[in-house]
């Protein structure tokens, strides 16, 4: 059996790997506790997991069990690979051993189809008589909707088929609704920001549909380590629930490695700013290959669809010189195969015949494989919740296993692998959602409305701003009110309300197809599509690149053609903000900060060519896509101009110095706030129109704000307190992408000017 110790002597065999890991985290093995089989438990239920092996439950298991089979809500916030599922499962298959009408079903809701299928796997394997466990999902064929309807006790699904199918439909799921008694929230932790808040209205919905159907279902979440998990489960479901939180579940030793590329050759020191660090994919890419020659089953964590290509390509690449048949043991996992690609992965991950995979976050969640040697995770995850769920995926079986960090050239990464503490010893960050959100509220009450006309007795149920948006509904005329002492609310268009809601904030999708044969590659979401699906963009499908030749926004449609350019593509994007409103402010001794309401004005107006491998710009073009306008919660600070000369910046500097700053604070908010950098966005000016300040801005990058603004306005001093830090260690002289520069900034990172960013955020910070 491989040891950690082993894997890491392999990584760092290389002499020119040597100083690129800054700290080495070794977490000693865990012991499990179990618990006694619950006396309510089916003898059924229980011989089948002990056919499987498991002789006690842990007692982690156990206590939220029980407690969801006595009627009370739960939220189990244990470790990856504890055995969240049995806490859920125990009381679910008991339940449905017993039938619809005398035992009840259970709704399984989660944030992924794999996972959902991932989890029928499971339920089929334990093989529990009488229970009628199925998927409904897009991939699900007529036929079996029809049968889930009529017989299932056991349901699979996700929130966008609550939302659009079952809940508008809810006639045709009387009978399933009227005997429902558990409702299960996967991964909840998931549900965060705006899509977070999108869930948590759908939520209520369910509830009052079965409330209309005489049901009142128990909650069942399940969680990553989490703070405060019990108020998580109550923004999500409007429920009080109880939290269990000590994992019993055994745990083998894990080193855990934080890990820095190298600079690349000639750019040290001064000329760091000119090149950057090694690429993150690169380099996690060779430490993959290095894995899978050491025989070591791996999964590399990258943040993008295109990433998980690119890594997938390189370590293939490296794998051919070594041995011919390794290759075909690499592969790729994103969002956007088609479902039969996604099976088959999954199958072979299962079997064991993909010894290394690079994957986006559609497979952080839950798919269980078993048994992996290692974890590689190409830059921050966005949360720390995240990176232990990614991390957690390594020695799943009560294995010793290795996990590495790797960082990219971005602030927050840079500040994390040099301050291990921050990984180490911060608690796991809050859930950031708004339900009472009114971009988010508004359409869930037009469909709610739909379902069935709304009284006075949901205004409680769906959050205390329902009454104002309830009368801009009917002022807009999409709602009609009826009666005055007992008013009702009906939905009075003939189109469906259901699509006035994008639950995942992507504003649509966008199919990518290629021409010549008809074959449709994937898709995309319609705001990415601005900037990955343009003319002339370069895009990568299963390790075969394409150049986009049309993008229709209208009807949902990028034309692509196979090619083999040497260079990738990024967009170039301006855009201008209007401060809507401020509500909330404080002084510093010379500083504003302010929190409120913002408009932003975006478009994507070219792209650039760089040369694969060097990343050099080789070339530019002109676009001509639509503005895209976007309502949403700012926090932003202003300083007069004798502050500015006063920390010794000059007026020539004041751009770059609050363009660098603007870059630094949008890096590091997603160490505050449960986002990532692509959540927010940001605009710095000298002389803004409406403050006539230098001003900076970082706002949430959905409509009606997500929470992440309003958390970086609260723990301001922290947030900007680490940005500045990250920028003044930073070895570079004028600003590199490991602290002022940015991977997304519109104007080709320029002007910046690292210094004055530290003396502006000086003068910030007093």
Known sequence: MLRSTDLLDKLLSHPQRAGRVTHVESMAARAGRTGRWPD????????????????????????????????????????????????????????ARAGRRRGGTTLYISPTKALAADQLRAVDELGVPDVVATTYDGDTPSELRTMARNHATYLLTNPDMLHRSMLPGHHRWAGFLRSLRFVVVDECHEYRGVFGSHVAQVLRRLRRICAGYGSTPTFILASATTADPAATAGQLTGLEAAAVTDDASPKGALSFLLWEPPFRPGDAGADAEKAGRRSVLAETADLLADLVIADARSVAFVRSRRASETVAGLARATLRAVDPELPERVASYRAGYLAHERRALEAALQDGRLLGVAATTALELGVDVSGLDAVLIAGWPGTLASLWQQAGRAGRAGRDALAVLIASDDPLDSYVVHHPEAVFSRPIEATVLDPSNPYVLAPHLCAAAAERSLSDADVDLFGPTTSGVLDT????????????????????????????????????????????????????????????????????????????????????????????????????????????????????????????????????????????????????????????????????????????????????????????????????????????????????????????????????GHPGGAGFAERGYRAAAEWLGMTRRTVAECPCERGCPSCVQSPKCGNGNEPLDKAGAIRLLDVVLE
């Open 40 to 95: 309510w438990v089916d003898p059924l239920v229980r011989e089948r997991y002990e056919a499987c092996g498991i002789a006690a439950p842990w007692l982690h298991q156990v206590e939220a069990a029980t407690l969801a089979w006595n009627g009370r809500s739960v939220i189990v916030a244990t470790g990856t690979a504890s055995g969240k599922s049995m806490a859920y499962l125990l009381p679910a298959l008991s339940a």
């Open 473 to 700: 509904l009917v002022s807009e005329g999409l709602l009609r009110r009826r009666g005055d002492r007992h008013p009702r609310w009906h939905w009075t268009r003939r189109d469906r309300p259901a699509d006035l809601a994008d639950l995942r904030g992507s504003g649509g999708l966008v199919t990518l197809v290629e021409p010549e044969t008809g074959r449709v590659l994937g898709t995309v979401d319609e705001v990415r599509a601005h900037s990955g699906a343009h003319p002339g963009a370069v895009y990568v499908h299963q390790g075969e690149t394409y150049v986009v030749q049309s993008l229709d926004l209208e009807a949902g449609v990028a034309l692509v053609q196979r090619e083999a350019p040497d260079y990738t593509t990024s967009a170039q994007e301006v855009s201008a903000l209007r401060i809507v409103a401020e509500s909330d402010s404080r002084m510093g001794r010379h500083a504003r900060l302010v929190l409120g309401d913002v408009e932003v004005t975006s478009q994507v107006v070219g792209y650039t060519k760089r040369l694969l491998g060097s990343g050099e710009i080789i070339g530019s073009e002109p676009l001509d896509l639509p503005e895209r306008h976007l309502r949403t919660r700012s926090v932003w600070w202003t300083l007069p101009d004798d502050a500015i000369t006063g920390a010794g910046v000059d007026e020539a500097d004041a751009a770059g110095a609050a363009h660098a700053a603007e870059h630094a604070s949008i890096g590091m908010l997603p160490l505050i706030a449960s986002c990532d950098r692509w959540d927010v966005g940001g605009l710095s000016t000298v002389r803004h129109a409406e403050t006539g300040l230098l001003t900076v801005f970082v706002h949430d």
